[in-house]
């Protein structure tokens, strides 16, 4: 069972989990009465995997990284001032014991308001990173609210990620406290 809050949890019972695509649970539809275009949660997917792949011993560079991203040129300064900020942080991680070497990073929706041309989407982030020699993966559950617009081209684009860490530590995958941007 998955926790709302965020978690930093070890896999017991001595099974070793894999990073493939079998071991994540699917992303799972709104739960409101609004269509969520199927765009949005695999924008959101995609945002999450790029700033937790930077945590790890081989991220992609960074302009890699941003290309990969579909977000308004709003978000693009602070994308980027976070992903060299993770970046950072996984080097020190790095030096530190070896670093995370495997990254999943999932999006499951847990609501949603869609507009014509603005979404919100409440998303938990769930992500599991793996360190050499390590049988289980450090993993996490983050709440966001996302926020999309459709771009003059007619795309969506993500344009706000807010995230509510609740109490504990801050998560892996945020750069310090959480700035609502």
Known sequence: MRAARPVLAAAVVGVAVALGAGDAPATRPAASAQAV?????????????????????SPLALEESLALLQ????????????????????????????????????????????????????VTEYTRLSRPGVPWPEELALPHTMTFTRGTDGNWLLARDTVDPGEGL??????TDPVAG
């Open 37 to 57: 275009p199927p765009a949005l949660p695999r924008i959101a997917e995609a945002y999450l995997q790029q700033r937790a792949a930077m945590l790890t011993t």
């Open 170 to 175: 801050p998560a892996t995958t945020m750069v």
């Open 71 to 122: 977000i308004t040129p709003e978000l693009a300064g602070r994308a980027r001032a976070d992903l060299t900020a993770l970046r950072a942080k996984g080097g020190r991680y790095a030096g530190d014991g070896g670093g995370y070497t495997g990254v999943r990073a999932e999006a499951e929706i847990t609501g949603a308001d869609v507009g014509p041309d603005t979404a919100t989407l409440r």
